[in-house]
């Protein structure tokens, strides 16, 4: 079987998944349920309600980087996006995390937005979030693009 058509990556993204998942069930003191694939890769939950959603990007052969055009990047920003707009998720009651093995240059968008940032830092990263969506000609992230520009 050749790569092209190898589960091999898929599957270790899944087994991600299923370890980092028994890593918040161990690590919290809290009561309450973890779910894998529901309304996010991994969900927290208490009585009923989405306290966290996680994305899990894993990368194997190639570094990868979450630069400003990243589609993991960005791929997650839809996912959040369609959660809110559908009411799935209460801001700020929920946390969004992005759980990566991909590094997140200097200036970034996900450094700008990574946990402790300022709200100024979050303001940058929302102005060129917006500066992006408008001036990105890249056909694959529209529908990103277009989910995160739906929100109020």
Same mark, same amino acid.
């Given at each position: 079987? %050749? ?24 690590? %919290? ?64 009651? #929920? ?5 990566? #093995? ?21 303001? #940058? ?28």
């Amino acid at each position: 079987m %050749t790569d092209q058509f190898s589960a091999k990556n898929p599957a270790l993204g899944y087994l991600y998944q299923i370890r980092y998942a028994l890593y918040l069930l161990l690590k %919290t003191r809290e009561e309450g349920k973890v779910a894998i694939e529901l309304l996010d890769d991994v969900s927290w939950e208490q009585e009923g309600k989405p306290l966290e959603l996680l994305q899990l990007k894993h990368h194997i052969s190639n570094p990868a980087s979450l630069s400003d055009s990243s589609p993991d990047f960005w791929k997650t920003i839809r996912v959040w996006s369609c959660n809110i707009k559908d009411g799935k998720v209460a801001l700020p009651d #929920t946390i969004l995390t992005l759980v990566t #093995t991909a590094s997140a240059p200097e200036g970034s968008l996900a450094s700008l937005l990574k946990s402790g940032t300022s709200t100024d830092q979050r303001q #940058t990263a929302y102005q060129q979030m917006l500066k992006i969506t408008s001036q990105s000609i890249n056909k694959d992230l529209k529908v990103a693009f277009d989910s995160f520009l739906s929100l109020t």
